[in-house]
């Protein structure tokens, strides 16, 4: 693929600093490493980097075009000709930079965006999960889907690994270019909070946009400054959608839904009915050997029974959610009530097979609000005691941590704190953040740093009939140490190991 840097620049505004417009592109890149000969490099500056800082070694690397943001600091027009000056590189000046790299990928890449439907889903929980289900009932639906998330990528059936919910701007076009060249349908869209504040997403129409809930979350140096600047960035979905569909229960409900009903057709689900999708007489209930929810479905598109293969009342909710995409889509009613009867979703309630009588589930809640849920859905399935393993990542809010610990004291039998992702910080600090929140509580527990053997403890002292909660990396496969050092982990597998060495003994 290549294209004229003129015909790219169609429709753009530009200051042209120094080259011409006849040279061709054959890619864009965000990242100098991966610019070669022909490639146009857009400058972005982030919160740890500066792309300007890398525009010489673009350069020797063969970019033909450098773009730079009109907002940098430093970097004048001079020292950027200087730099470039041995080499025959165009630079162009554009306005936000992040936003200029979302336009230019659209065109070089024909506007891929238009050519499927497009369905996002933000909240602070339950996007994953809602989007596996969005998934399984379009490929019920015999549709051609494709997923991007926080699991991983899907498209054409293949799964490719991911790296952050949202990806960057770059990234999704050539996602959605591939889907695309592949006559994919549609594409269900995990949308995060940065991936609307950074402007990922810029650009892009959404012909679904879901609002599943919102909690304190994501709150640090990092991330958002404060939890209004949370709340206003997701909102930002809502501003590029032709539909919408919103959690009429869940926190702020009212902000979100008076944002969302200015922009878009808005269609409301809960537990009540006030909304426009709603259940009712939910009920605990296992099928085909599967532990599940069912209840009594109302909407504007179906009505009748549902059984959802994940249990949990928060999981009713993201069914429902669902539900409502799969309305708007016009998707017949058993369609959807077979696909959501058969869903699974990696690193959310899933099971580690065992023949020890004890439940064990691996799942990704890793803030409060999340924790609180797993353990109150499992409450009513378990006939013994509550065992919760989990610890808090490092670099993140601490509050987060104050509020697990607290969570897991009051909401399960006793709590085995243990250490996620550290990151740059010493695990025991994390860990003993934990405790502040714990020791609010009259719940008992204990310290062991090492995940490894923390999964271990718990399921050794876990007896019949118990549940064994592994909470806060779900699907991760990996530990993140400093300076992003990672090295493999996954609860699931770590899990299955220790109960096959258990097994082996009985």
């Not at 709603?278 to 599940?292: D, K, L, S, W």
């Not at 808090?392 to 704190?417: H, L, P, Q, W």
């Not at 399921?459 to 991760?476: R, Y």
């Amino acid at each position: 693929m290549a294209m004229l840097l003129s015909t790219l620049l169609n429709g753009v505004e530009y200051r042209l600093i120094k080259g011409s417009l006849s040279s061709r592109v054959v890619s864009i890149e965000n990242d100098s490493r991966k610019v070669g000969a022909g490639s146009l490099f857009v400058a972005i500056t982030g919160a740890k980097s500066d792309g300007h800082d890398y525009i010489y070694r673009a350069c020797e690397t063969g970019a033909s075009c450098i773009v730079v943001d009109s907002r940098r600091k430093g970097f004048s027009d001079e020292e950027i000709i200087e730099n470039s000056k041995d080499y025959n590189a165009t630079v162009i000046e554009m306005e936000d930079t992040r936003v200029a790299i979302a336009r230019l990928c659209a065109q070089f890449y024909g506007h891929p965006e238009d050519r499927l439907n497009l369905l996002g889903i933000t909240g602070t929980k339950g996007k994953t999960t809602t989007a596996f289900m969005v998934y399984e009932i379009l490929k019920h639906d015999e549709e051609k889907a494709g997923l991007i998330g926080t699991v991983c990528n899907i498209i054409n059936g293949e799964k490719q690994a991911t790296c952050r919910t949202t990806p960057e701007s770059l990234d999704i076009y050539r996602i959605l270019n591939e889907m695309a060249v592949k006559k994919t349908d549609s594409c269900v869209m995990e949308v995060s909070s940065h991936g609307l504040k950074f402007n990922r997403v810029f650009g892009l129409r959404f012909d679904v946009g879901c609002f599943t809930n919102f909690f304190e979350d994501h709150i640090g140096p990092e991330d958002h400054p404060d939890l209004e600047d949370y709340f206003q960035s997701k909102l930002k979905l809502f501003d590029n959608s032709r539909i919408a569909v919103v959690n009429s229960d869940c926190n702020e409900a009212g902000r979100v839904f008076d944002y969302a009903s200015k922009r878009c057709t808005t269609y409301t689900y809960g537990l009540t009915d006030k909304s426009d999708c709603y259940a009712t007489g939910i009920e605990i209930t296992m099928r085909n050997g599967v532990v599940g929810t069912k209840f009594e479905l109302q909407s504007p598109w179906y009505e009748g029974e549902v059984f959802v293969s994940i249990p949990g009342e928060f999981n009713v909710y993201n069914a429902l959610c669902a539900i409502c995409v799969a309305g708007v889509l016009k998707i017949d009613f058993e369609v959807v009530k077979n696909a959501l009867s058969e869903v699974k979703v990696p690193g959310r309630m899933q099971p580690v097979k065992n023949n020890m009588g004890i439940s064990v589930l691996v799942d990704y809640a890793h803030n409060a609000a999340s924790l609180e849920s797993v353990l109150k859905s499992v409450r009513p399935y378990c006939k013994g005691k509550i065992i919760s393993l989990f610890g808090c990542g490092g670099n993140r809010s601490k509050v987060r941590r104050f509020e697990m610990g607290e969570v897991s004291g009051n909401f399960a039998d006793y709590t085995i704190i243990t250490s996620d992702n550290p990151r740059n910080e010493e695990p025991m600090d994390i860990i003993n953040d934990i405790v502040v929140g714990m020791k609010k509580t009259e719940g008992k527990f204990e310290i062991e740093p090492d995940r490894r053997t923390a999964i271990a403890k718990a399921l050794k002292m876990a007896q019949k009939g118990d549940f064994v909660i592994i909470a806060g990396k779900g699907h991760e496969d990996y530990q993140e140490f400093e300076d992003g050092r990672r090295e493999y982990f996954e609860d699931a597998v770590v899990a299955s190991e220790a109960v096959a060495v258990m097994e082996e003994n009985l």
